[in-house]
């Protein structure tokens, strides 16, 4: 069974810039479509980045030109780069896997069967 692990949130000033990591274990990453999911006070979890097992990648227009998903299969992670952050991009980020998504870019939760716990991301001056 698939777990996920987030990590690499924090506090960051606008402008500046994280990179979460989506750590793997017990099934190989590149298996499923991975998405980068996030949740602000308030909101509905959207899916913001995804890439799918033959490495197509997506991204939701707010952040496109700004995050960058990729893959390291050799260590079983996948990473979103996450630049020119602004304040609305505060959110608890979490990463997810699906082995059956149709079109990762759809974000559609219900075919993502795994989940990892969350990052905090807090873009504040």
């Known amino acids: 069974q698939l777990q996920l692990v987030e990590s690499g949130g924090g506090l960051v000033q606008p402008g500046g810039s994280l990179r979460l990591s989506c750590a793997a274990s017990?099934?190989?990453?590149?298996?499923?479509?991975i998405g980068w999911f996030r949740q602000a006070p308030g909101k509905e979890r959207e899916g913001i980045s995804c890439?799918?097992?033959?490495?197509?990648?997506n991204y939701r227009d707010s952040v496109k030109g700004r995050f960058t998903i990729s893959r390291d299969n050799a260590k079983n992670t996948v990473y979103l780069q996450m630049n020119n952050l602004k304040p609305e991009d505060t959110a608890i980020y979490y990463c997810?896997?699906?082995?059956?998504?149709?079109?990762?870019?759809?974000?559609?939760?219900?075919?993502?069967?795994?989940w990892g716990q969350g990052t905090q991301v807090t873009v504040s001056s």
């Open positions: 017990g099934d190989t990453l590149n298996t499923y479509a």
């Open positions: 890439i799918s097992k033959g490495a197509y990648t």
């Open positions: 997810a896997g699906g082995s059956t998504v149709v079109f990762c870019g759809d974000y559609d939760v219900t075919e993502y069967d795994y």
